[in-house]
């Protein structure tokens, strides 16, 4: 036969079984389609049927029966049809050509050419509907049911090979024979999932080289060792890289003063090494706090901020510094116009232990670069400082006033990481980070000096642990303490 569009009587296997064999049939019917005396039978008697639809096609029967055994009844009523009937279980019927040569058993002749089973999950035992079933030709096959069931019933003469396949699965082969080891319809065939490349489309940059997509939507993640310099910029600075981010924006263009959808700076958490930091920048937000070349990892949440955070108004800007231990020693120093910077990440200990530190220091108060002078100009606009500055100039040439700014920071970060075993790591944490402003006016003939002090302070140290216990089970514990101050002293001293 060419197709048989049926479900097959293995697909039933798995219901209540309510119709036996000896169960007495009336029947009376003359001249009927076939078919409607199957469905028949299948509403009042809870049988079920699986045929060749174009064999039972415009075949009529007739026949009169009174609690008479099914058996009985199918083959009266099959009689010359050149069909015949046979059990599958006690309520399973299938309907079938009547061979010319019978060497076998009908049910023989059933397993030999029905191809039936499951699909499931090699990991968690979890049907595959939709999966697909076919021989080595694509001519003839069927899709598996949302229970991951599936049958078909192709000519024996043209099944070499069953190939059953699932998308992200692997496809795998089978022999015909293999779907007749068992009994009807309980050949489970278990796939395995499969990444490959070919058929994954996958964004590894976002906006721009070392910027990507995290796993969360609301998730981006940025690797400042990844990314090119930003355009303008000495070198890399970590909060602008952020600020390049769709629906974050700076007003007034420093780098650490972020409005993360319409909120305000104050509204976002930043963590540096899970280390609340409350003052970001230097030079007034003009330079970030962070040294960019010992930050391995920075996520932004933009929105949909996770639970471990402890939820925020804005965004979340959460920076690491080396994550795990480095297999070899490597260090740094670098100066530019504004500051000088030294970093070193070195292995210890059989490489169980490693430690990280860095240190950043400007040399603004021992001398004004260029660069400074420009930032000092947009820092301090509309201040006192530079709002009369071409009259401060001009009394100071007369010897009527002396003024003076001096302007420093600095930051230092530590880390410590041990793994004393395959399943533990801990880590421990130290920041700080410092901006002074000293800003003096001396005026000689008043014998008065007024003196405008500022500082602030970001202290904070942090550890944790994470175990993992099993290859589905993890913990990771953390703690931190971050002190922030600020502080602003006003003078005059007269008589001096």
């Given at each position: ?138 001519e003839y096959g069927t899709i598996s049911d949302d229970e991951g069931m599936f049958a078909f019933f192709p000519p024996k003469s043209e099944v070499d090979s069953v190939f059953v396949s699932y998308v992200g699965y692997e496809t795998r082969v089978f022999a015909w024979g293999f779907f007749m080891k068992n009994s009807l319809c309980n050949n489970v065939v278990e796939l395995s999932f499969s990444e490959f490349e070919a058929a994954v489309v996958s964004v590894t940059d976002y906006l721009m080289e070392g910027i990507k997509l995290g796993n969360n939507a609301n998730e981006v993640l940025i690797r400042p060792g990844d990314m090119k310099m930003t355009p303008g910029a000495a070198e890399p600075d970590v909060m602008e890289s952020v600020r390049l981010l769709p629906g974050i924006i700076s007003p007034d263009e420093a780098a650490a003063e972020l409005h993360v959808r319409g909120g305000t700076p104050d ?230």
């Amino acid at each position: 036969m060419r197709k048989i569009l049926a479900v097959a009587a293995c697909l039933f296997c798995f219901l209540g079984l309510s119709a036996q064999k000896d169960t007495p049939i009336d029947l009376s019917v003359s001249n009927v389609p076939l078919k409607e005396v199957i469905a028949e039978i299948e509403k009042e008697y809870d049988f079920r049927f699986s045929y060749d639809l174009e064999a039972v096609s415009g075949l009529m029967v007739s026949g009169e029966f009174k609690e008479r055994p099914i058996d009985e009844v199918l083959g009266s009523l099959l009689k010359n049809s050149g069909l015949k009937h046979g059990f599958v279980e006690d309520k399973y019927i299938l309907i079938l050509r009547d061979p010319s040569q019978e060497t076998e058993s009908l049910t023989q002749e059933i397993l030999r050419i029905n191809l039936c089973g499951k699909i499931v999950d090699a990991e968690t035992g979890e049907p595959l509907p939709g999966a697909n079933i076919y021989n080595q030709s694509g001519e003839y096959g069927t899709i598996s049911d949302d229970e991951g069931m599936f049958a078909f019933f192709p000519p024996k003469s043209e099944v070499d090979s069953v190939f059953v396949s699932y998308v992200g699965y692997e496809t795998r082969v089978f022999a015909w024979g293999f779907f007749m080891k068992n009994s009807l319809c309980n050949n489970v065939v278990e796939l395995s999932f499969s990444e490959f490349e070919a058929a994954v489309v996958s964004v590894t940059d976002y906006l721009m080289e070392g910027i990507k997509l995290g796993n969360n939507a609301n998730e981006v993640l940025i690797r400042p060792g990844d990314m090119k310099m930003t355009p303008g910029a000495a070198e890399p600075d970590v909060m602008e890289s952020v600020r390049l981010l769709p629906g974050i924006i700076s007003p007034d263009e420093a780098a650490a003063e972020l409005h993360v959808r319409g909120g305000t700076p104050d509204q976002n958490l930043i963590l540096m090494d899970g280390i609340p930091v409350y003052h970001a920048g230097h030079f007034f937000g003009s330079i970030s706090a962070f040294n960019p070349y010992i930050v391995d990892e920075v996520k932004v949440w933009r929105g949909g901020i996770g639970a471990e955070y402890g939820g925020r108004v804005s965004g979340v800007i959460d920076i690491q510094s080396m994550k795990d231990i480095p297999r070899s020693f490597r260090g740094g120093i670098g100066v530019n116009m504004t500051h000088g910077h030294a970093f070193v990440s070195a292995p210890l200990v059989d490489d169980k232990v490693a430690v990280m530190a860095s240190y950043r220091r400007s040399f603004t108060d021992v001398w004004k670069s260029p660069t400074f002078n420009r930032l000092r100009s947009k820092v301090f606009q509309g201040t006192k400082i530079t709002e009369n500055q071409d009259t401060l100039e001009e009394e100071e040439e007369e010897g009527e006033l002396d003024a003076d700014d001096v302007f420093s920071f600095y930051d230092a970060n530590a880390k410590i990481i041990a793994q004393p075993s395959s399943k533990d790591k801990l880590t421990l944490s130290f920041f700080a980070g410092t901006n002074k402003l000293d800003y003096s006016t001396n005026y000689p003939e008043d014998q008065l000096i007024q003196n405008d002090f500022l500082r602030l302070d970001n202290l904070g140290a942090g550890g944790d642990w994470e175990r993992q216990w099993t290859s589905n089970y993890s913990t990771f514990i953390q703690a931190s303490y971050s002190d922030y101050s600020f502080e602003y002293n006003y003078d005059i001293t007269q008589g001096v």
